[in-house]
């Protein structure tokens, strides 16, 4: 599906929701634990899936707006990308998610910043990967 590949990364986890994650370059090591509102331990210290989604897609999202700002000529002078991810139950029973991005655009017109994030949106490999599957909500601040 890839006509190239242009990174890789690697990610072990062992002992599922309430284990531990690592990634290949050696620079996350984090604990995992089931969150007390889900029934689990909610161990100090530890994280959650949706928490390191939170971050890789907020990342993500926030270099594809600056790369699209670019080539919109529209350069912002900086984003700053929220990511909430939420874990909850669909009509079937099974597990799904939502995201809402809210993306505080500095530099640019309100309009401006919509068009230069609803391009992101359409580059960024985490919104291509979930279209379809998981409702994402943008909201867009210029500041």
Do not use: W
Request: glycine content about 12%; charged content about 10%; aromatic content about 4%.
């Amino acid at each position: 599906m890839l006509a190239k590949v242009l990174a890789t990364a690697h990610g072990t986890a062992v002992g599922g929701r309430n284990g531990h994650a690592t990634s290949d370059d050696g620079l996350i090591h984090v604990d995992l634990s089931v969150p007390k509102s889900m029934g689990g331990p909610g161990l100090p210290n530890t994280t959650t899936p949706e928490h390191l989604f939170a971050c890789g897609y907020a990342a993500c999202f926030g270099g594809a707006c600056e790369f699209m700002g670019k080539q919109l000529k529209l350069v912002a002078q900086s984003f700053e990308v929220a990511a909430e991810v939420n874990l909850g139950t669909v009509a079937s029973g099974a597990f799904g998610l939502t995201v809402t991005l809210t993306v505080k655009v500095a530099g640019l017109s309100q309009a401006d910043a919509e068009t230069v994030v609803a391009a992101g949106h359409k580059l960024c490999p985490y919104s291509n990967a979930i279209q379809g599957n998981v409702p994402v909500t943008i909201v867009v601040v210029a500041v």
